[in-house]
């Protein structure tokens, strides 16, 4: 990640994980989405499926357009319905991120 140890994962990965990954499947690919001028989503390989920015836009700005499709390994964040990141306060989501 390119916080540089600036990020809470990392500091809890450092807290209570151990110091190597379990994990040996392949890593997914997430292909680009254009979500609007707002917000860039080209870097979405290293979403963790939190849903912080989405509970963002839900409780904070008040405007529900992104959220969670499909399921398990094949679940995304995306705009509904193929629309666009509109709201200004919506632009901050990246930050939470």
């Known amino acids: 990640c390119d916080q540089g140890g600036e990020c809470q994962l ?24 254009n979500v609007g001028p707002l917000i860039s989503m080209e870097e979405m390989t290293r979403c963790i499926h939190c849903t912080r920015c989405v509970r963002f836009g839900q409780e904070v700005a008040g405007v529900m357009e992104l959220g969670m499709l499909n399921r398990g390994e094949h679940s995304e964040i ?19 991120c």
């Open 10 to 33: 990392q500091d809890l990965a450092v807290g209570y994980g151990g110091s190597e990954s379990r994990y040996k499947e392949e890593k997914r690919v997430v292909f680009h989405k």
């Open 78 to 96: 995306t705009t509904f319905v193929g629309q666009t990141v509109d709201s200004e306060l919506s632009g901050n989501m990246i930050d939470l």
